[in-house]
C-alpha cells in the first residue's frame, strides 16, 4: 500500500511539473501527460512496474470526456449526421482495414496477426482528437464534426474486432454466429439507454435540482456517465459509447450546461491520468532500436489515412478544406488500438517487437496529434489551393459598391455585426463587412447583405475592403485576443480611424485602449447599463437624468462599474482573475496598523489600490475628505486586482 502510494505520489508530482513546463512553452498537456509516464514508466524510474494497475481509473477519464461530448450532440443531431458517421465513418474503417491488412500480410505471411495491426492501424484517437478539438474551438465546425462522426464509427468497429480476434486465436468456427449475437446485444442495449435517457433522466435530474446541492447533482452526474457505461461493457461494447449515449440524451435537457462544468474536472484529472498510462507503455529500448522503422510505419499509415478520409470526403461532396482537414486530425493511431495489440499479444497472435513497435507508432502519433491539429489551417493550406480572396473581394467590391464611399467597416457578421447592419441601412449609412465563416457569408449574400469572406486580422483583407479609407470601424466579436491582432493591423492601415471593439468584459479593457480601441463595449457592462435604465424609468426618474447618467458611465470609461465583490461562484482562474477588479470590504479591527491614520498620509497607489468609500457608524462616505483620520471599526471599501486587494488587506491591518 505504501508503495503504491509513493509511486502514485511521484508520478502526480512529475506530472504537475511537466504540465506547468510544457505550458510555459505553449504546449499541449498531453505531450507532458506522456513524458511523464515515460519517465514514471517500468523502463525509466520504475515507480509504476505495471501500467495494467491504473488502467480501469485512466480508462473512466475516456468514459467521463464522451460523456461530455455526448452533452453537445442532440439525437437529430446525430440522426441528421448519419451520413457521416455510417458512410464516411464505414468507408474510412472497412478502406483502411483492408490495407492495413494488406500490407502486413505481405510482410508477416500470417491473416491472424495481420488483422490485429491492420484493426489497430485503422483506429485514431478518440480521447486525443477530441480533447484537442475542443481546445481549438473546431468542435462545431464542419471539419471537426466529420472526425467525431468517424470516431464514433470506430468505437462501434472496436466491437466486432475485440471479438474476432480471440476466435482467430482459438480457431473457433462460429465468428459469424458471435458476432451478429454480439451485435443484437449491442442494439438491444442502446435501445435500453436511449429509452432510459429520453424519459428517465431528465425526470431524476429534475428532482435533484429540485435540492438544490451541488454534491448530489455531482454524484449523479457521475453515476449516471459510468452506469451507462457499465452497461454497454457488460454487454460487449466500449464504455465510452454508453457514456457518450447517456451525454447525448440529456444534451437536450436544461441541465446540459451544469453538467458539463460539474464533470470537467473529474474529466481532466482521470485523462490526465489515461494518456500517463499510455506512456508508461513505451519500451525505450527497442523503441530507439526500431524508431527508423517506426516513423517509416507512422508516415504510411498517415498517408493512407489521410489520403482515404479525405478521398470518401470530397467524393461524398464535401469542401476540399473541410476533406483534407477531417483527414490530418486523425492520421493517428488510437487508444483502442493499444487495447487490440494487447489482446492480440495475450492470445500469442503479436511477437514482443512487433507490440514494441506498435505501441511505440501509438505514443509517437499520439504525441504529435495536439501540434498538427492546433496547426490544422496552415498545413490544410498547404494541400488546398484557395483561390487569392483578395480577387473575390475586389471584384464583389467593384461589382456591388454601387459607386458608394463606405463609412463604415464592420469586421465580424454575427448576429452583433447583422444587427447594426439592419440599422445602418434603415438610416441610409453605406458600410461593409467582412467575415471568416464561408457559410454565414454565403447566406448573407443571398440576403442582399454586402458582406465578404475573410479574415479580419489580415492586412490584406483589410486594405481590400478599404479600412484605410473609412472614418468608423467595428470590431463586433466579443474575442478579445482576436480583436487584440486586428486592431493592430487597422492601426498600421489607418491611424486616424474612430474604432469601437466589443468585448465580452471588462477583462482587458486597458489592452485593447492600449492597442488602438477608440471605444471598448463590454457585454456584461452595457447589459447592467440597460437593466439600470429600465429599473430607473418605472422608478419614476426623468428619462434625460437617466440618458445623462448612462453617458456618463460611457464617457468615463464604466469606470464606476469594473469593481464587484466576489462570490463562492466567481472564476478565480488565476489568468482571468488578475484581470478583473474585485471590491473588498475591511473593517478595521482594534488594534490595526492603519488606525489614527489620516487617508492622504496612506500610499493606495503604491500597492496599487482605489479607496472607494468609507463606512462609519453605519453611515456611507463614497468620496471621504483626505484629511480623515481612520477610526476602529471603520469599513473602508477597497477595490483592485485579487492580490492586490490581499496585500493592502495585510498592509491596513500589519503596517
Known amino acids: 500500500m505504501n508503495g503504491t502510494f509513493s509511486s502514485l505520489l511521484l508520478l502526480l508530482a512529475v506530472a504537475v511539473i511537466l504540465v506547468w513546463l510544457f505550458r510555459r512553452i505553449k504546449l499541449p498537456a498531453i505531450l507532458a501527460y506522456l513524458v511523464a509516464g515515460i519517465i514514471a514508466g517500468p523502463d525509466v524510474m520504475g515507480w509504476i512496474a505495471d501500467p495494467d494497475d491504473y488502467h480501469l481509473v485512466a480508462e473512466l477519464g475516456i468514459v467521463l470526456l464522451l460523456f461530455s461530448l455526448g452533452l453537445e450532440f ?19 474503417v472497412l478502406g483502411s482495414l ?7 500480410f505481405i ?7 495481420s488483422l490485429a495491426i491492420a484493426g489497430a492501424l485503422a483506429l485514431s484517437s478518440t480521447a486525443v482528437v477530441i480533447k484537442q478539438l475542443k481546445e481549438s474551438a473546431q468542435t462545431s465546425t464542419r471539419r471537426g464534426q466529420m472526425s467525431v ?6 468505437d462501434i468497429a472496436v466491437v466486432p474486432l475485440l471479438i474476432i480476434i480471440p476466435l482467430l486465436a482459438s480457431d473457433d468456427g462460429n465468428i459469424g454466429t458471435t458476432l451478429l449475437f454480439a451485435l443484437a446485444k449491442g442494439a438491444a442495449v442502446i435501445a435500453v439507454l436511449m429509452t432510459i435517457g429520453k424519459w428517465v433522466l431528465p425526470y431524476l435530474f429534475k428532482e435533484i435540482a ?9 454524484l449523479a452526474t457521475l453515476l449516471v456517465a459510468l452506469v451507462a457505461g457499465g452497461m454497454t461493457h457488460i454487454f460487449g461494447l466500449s464504455m465510452a459509447l454508453g457514456a457518450f449515449l447517456a451525454g447525448m440524451m440529456l444534451g437536450e435537457s436544461q441541465y446540459k450546461h451544469q453538467l458539463e462544468a460539474d464533470i470537467r474536472p473529474f474529466r481532466d484529472i482521470l485523462m490526465g491520468l489515461f494518456f500517463t498510462t499510455i506512456g508508461m507503455q513505451l519500451q525505450l529500448y527497442g523503441f530507439v532500436q526500431n524508431f527508423h522503422w517506426i516513423l517509416l510505419a507512422l508516415v504510411i499509415m498517415a498517408v493512407i489515412k489521410i489520403a482515404l478520409i479525405s478521398s470518401v470526403a470530397r467524393f461524398m461532396g464535401e469542401r476540399d478544406e473541410d476533406a483534407w482537414g477531417s483527414g490530418i486530425s486523425l492520421f493517428q493511431m488510437g487508444e483502442f488500438g493499444f487495447v487490440i495489440v494487447a489482446l492480440a499479444s495475450t492470445h500469442g497472435l503479436l511477437s514482443k517487437e512487433i507490440v514494441t513497435s506498435m505501441i511505440g507508432i501509438g505514443v509517437l502519433s499520439m504525441a504529435m496529434t495536439p501540434i498538427i491539429i492546433h496547426r490544422l489551417k496552415p498545413l490544410v493550406n498547404l494541400v488546398v489551393r484557395h483561390p487569392d480572396p483578395l480577387v473575390d473581394i475586389e471584384k464583389q467590391r467593384t461589382t456591388g459598391s454601387e459607386g458608394l464611399e463606405n463609412q463604415v467597416l464592420i469586421c465580424g457578421f454575427g448576429r452583433v ?22 457559410m454565414r457569408v454565403q447566406e448573407a449574400v443571398a440576403g442582399g447583405a454586402r458582406v465578404y469572406f475573410g479574415d479580419s486580422a489580415r492586412k490584406d483583407i483589410l486594405r481590400a475592403v478599404g479600412a484605410e479609407t473609412v472614418d468608423l470601424i467595428i470590431i463586433s466579436f466579443a474575442d478579445d485576443l482576436r480583436a487584440l491582432d486586428v486592431l493592430k493591423e487597422l492601426r498600421q492601415l489607418n491611424p486616424d480611424a474612430y474604432i469601437i471593439v466589443r468585448s465580452k468584459d471588462d477583462m482587458r479593457l486597458t489592452q485593447l485602449q492600449e492597442a488602438g480601441a477608440s471605444q471598448v463595449v463590454p457585454d456584461t457592462l452595457e447589459a447592467s447599463l440597460m437593466l439600470i435604465s429600465h429599473v430607473l424609468n418605472r422608478s419614476g426618474i426623468p428619462i434625460r437624468r437617466i440618458l445623462a447618467r448612462l453617458d456618463k458611465e460611457r464617457r468615463n470609461h464604466y469606470g464606476e462599474m469594473h469593481g464587484f465583490f466576489q462570490g463562492s461562484e466567481t472564476d478565480m482562474d488565476p489568468e482571468l482573475s488578475d484581470k478583473l477588479e474585485f471590491l473588498k470590504a475591511l473593517t478595521l479591527p482594534e488594534g490595526a496598523w492603519a488606525i489614527g491614520k489620516r487617508i492622504d498620509e496612506l500610499d493606495w497607489d503604491k500597492h496599487q489600490v482605489q479607496l472607494k468609500a468609507l463606512r462609519r457608524d453605519d453611515e456611507e462616505f463614497p468620496e471621504p475628505d483626505s484629511d480623515t483620520e481612520l477610526e476602529s471599526q471603520d469599513v473602508v471599501l477597497l477595490m483592485g486586482k485579487p492580490r492586490y486587494v490581499e496585500a493592502a488587506e495585510r498592509w491596513l491591518l500589519e503596517g
Open 98 to 104: 483492408l490495407i492495413f491488412l494488406l500490407i502486413a
Open 210 to 218: 429540485k435540492q438544490r446541492t451541488d454534491e448530489l447533482f455531482v
Open 417 to 438: 455585426g447583422q444587427t447594426m447592419s439592419r440599422f445602418l441601412d434603415a438610416e441610409g449609412i453605406t458600410h461593409i463587412a467582412v467575415d471568416n465563416d464561408p
Open 107 to 113: 510482410w508477416l505471411d500470417e491473416w491472424a496477426a
Open 149 to 154: 462522426a468517424i470516431l464514433l464509427f470506430q
Open 74 to 92: 442532440s439525437l437529430p443531431k446525430m440522426i441528421a449526421m448519419r451520413r457521416w458517421v455510417f458512410g464516411l465513418g464505414a468507408a474510412q
